[in-house]
């Protein structure tokens, strides 16, 4: 058996195949669009309070769609005084805002700039907690092939600003409950999808969060999974 890896949006790939929905995988993320390099648009999305992931119709995924769906999400929220609407996550994993005119502009005449560019795609602004403005919480993890114990290791890491590119391992006992029980059970769903789905065992993996201003996380990219058929 070999190791073999996937891309983020390979992995989301994987995610919104399930046999059924009673083996959807369960995790919170936040709308994502890939697009390739025909300007294809691919979206991605969790389902109401399921929490399912899933992929919208293609019938369904226009530039249009998307702008009107991530205005809407992004502009209900009253504390979002600067008025974002998107992210646009570049390949070195910088989160660049967009505010309404941006993102139309991106959308309707300038797809071609960032078309078929791996580990870039378009994210809907969620407003993060006041204590993750310009960071987000990374999760590393292994099993251990001797004793098939997982282990984990997070940090936080600074995606905007005068720090943009540093990390700080922290310690997952000193995050809210509420996000520490979330990002321990997306990960170990995603783990558990992939064997039940994909007939994959995760081998290492490792995930990045944001945490909105309830205190609950959102899965917003999986800069590494490595898996091997069983």
Known sequence: ????SLSYLGCLTQLSQAASKSSRCVLR???????????????????????????????NTTPTTVLDRFEK???????NILKHVAVLVHPDGQRELLKQSSLRELLNSNLDSIAGRDGCYLQVYQR???DFMDKVISQEFHIDHVTSEINSTYYIKFVSGKRYGDREQVDVNG???TVTRDITDFS???????LNNAQSEVQSMSLDYIVDESNHAWVINVPEIVMVHI
């Open 175 to 177: 995050l809210q409950s």
């Open 188 to 194: 170990n769903e995603i783990c558990k999808f992939m």
């Open 73 to 79: 999400f992004a502009l209900a929220n009253p504390r």
């Open 29 to 59: 993320l936040l709308d994502t669009v890939f697009i390739d390099e025909n300007l294809k648009l691919s979206w991605y999305f969790t389902t109401g309070q399921s929490l399912s992931v899933a992929k919208k119709k293609e019938s």
């Open 128 to 130: 993060p907690h006041d």
């Open 1 to 4: 058996m070999s190791d073999y």
